[in-house]
């Protein structure tokens, strides 16, 4: 589809999904269709999401193979952006934890089961046990440490992320330089992606449906709410993409902030109309030759790694909305909850892909990970595609501020 119309279609089927929520309150076929609608919407994401991260971080872990062959510019590169990786997510964190004007105490919704049959207990991605320390690393091990098989078919997300890191590392470590498995695991996300386009494209029926499921039991307040969310999400994406980030471009190469942001700025605007990374990649490469004074060989490593594995945006989104959600649905989060927020956000924005709305598997990643019904994605639905823009452009300028960091530590 024209990506051009998918937005505005997108925002019309929420409202319309809304109007006839309205509009239409008693008519039961309505109701049963779109609840048909919706549970399909939903099913087809779920189908998704478990392939999606785990042939995708396992690409992604194998492309380390380029660094073993590339030393020091690899560990740089990956030192680089799990730092500021984490750096986003932490600021996410602190501003929502500390600034969350939804709601003064959580929850804002008292009745989690509005939103479907997931109930949010069975769901949680670590069992706390008696609250000792002791049950709780013993829990969570036992979740992280299991049969790949086991934990893609229960939907364990720690068991996913960490069977692919494992796989990805020790493939990185053992294949030839000419092996075709890293091809192939390449090409088994690129198949997985396109699956997840295909979900995507029928969103605007999906949206309709949740929408008009939604109106019947959420309010104005939750609507203002979801405003507050993308305010908050906005001034922590800009706040790290233009301070973070130029500082660290600062640091490393003596470039001044505006300077930085006026050579990186058609990329980062390409990145805000495409939504995709991927789609600014060529962009991306010319700017760090012509405007950075990167040489090719190290952004032809540098920028094909972030568009895929460096997401700042992505990462920050996501730890924000799992807080936001939680608060909204009553699920507490403790220190457990927000340690496997920012555990399951750093890694699920490595294996996004950088495509339009590419984060939506990870974030459903995160909210398993913390015990939310994932159907309450529905809601990020509605503000995802605006959002999107600007984290996309915030992703891209951390890849190429990566470039400065390569040219002044390997040099
Ligand atoms: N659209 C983002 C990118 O391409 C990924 C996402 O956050 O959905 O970088």
Redesign the pocket.
Known sequence: MNSRWFAPLIFASAILGWLAAVALPDIVWLDQLTQLLRTAFFSALKMVIAPLIFFSLIAGVMQLRASRQMGRLGSVTIAYYLTTTGIAVCIGLVIVLFYHPWTAFPPLIEDASVLGDVTAQSARLIDPGDGSTFSLLNNLLQRMLINPFNALSEMNVLGILVGAIFIGLAAAMTLPEDSAVPKIFDELAQVTYKLAGWVLTTLPIGLFAITFQLAQKIDFSTLAALGQLAGVVFAATLFHGLIVLPAIAWLVSGMNPLQFLRAVSQPMIT?LF???????LPLSMSTAQTKLGVDRARSAFVLPLG?TAN?D??AL??GIAAVFLAYMFGVELGVTGIVAIFLVAMLS?VG?????????A??QMVLLAVGIPLEAIGLLLLI?RPL?TF??AV??EGDLVGCLVAKRFTA
């Open positions: 990145a495409t939504s995709s990374s991927a789609a600014t568009a997401m945006g992505t989104f996501e924005s996004a892909p950088g495509i339009p709305s590419g984060s939506m990870g974030m995802e999107d984290r996309t992703n891209v």
